[in-house]
């Protein structure tokens, strides 16, 4: 299967998980599991940025098309869109895994400490911006705290529990043509 193929088809499953499913699990109004941002951390590594930010807006927008909200979840994306890069080349192991692997996984990061790093900082700043943008204000600093550490934990454990059921398998690639 192809790259865009495979990547459209992502795309739609994330959205409509997000929104027929887990958009109606709210533990106590504090839990909300957000899983479809998983689209963004998945592109390749290759992507230029301005492709990611892109597609990454394209995700939050649709979302936010669903949720009849303005722009927040678009927000989020085009964030950790534009920082992905940055946190890709602090993980990753100088010795150029990412010429050698297509997208971030366990394999490609160089184990599942990198891995858990990568997705639980994006968790973190997704939601963080998120909830700050809903709430347009810090007002109970503890109650925003722990929503965005609850929350982020979910998300988290959501995605590892993802990674492990869709197990994408990659190929080495050799610097050979």
Known sequence: MSSLVKNIIRFMLFILIQVFVLDRIHLHQMVTP???FLFILWLPFKLQRSWLMIFAFLLGFTLDSFRHQPGFHAAACVLIA??????????IPQEGFETNYEEPSISSMGGILPYTIYI?????????????LEAWQFGNIWYFLVKT????????????????????KQKFRTNTI
Do not use: Q
């Open 82 to 91: 534009y920082l992905r890069p940055f946190l890709i080349n602090l993980l």
């Open 34 to 36: 957000y899983l479809y």
């Open 149 to 168: 550490v609850l929350s982020t934990l979910i998300s988290l454990l959501l995605i590892i529990i993802t990674d492990m059921i869709f197990v994408r």
């Open 120 to 132: 639980g900082v994006f968790a973190f700043m997704h939601n963080a911006w998120l909830f700050l």
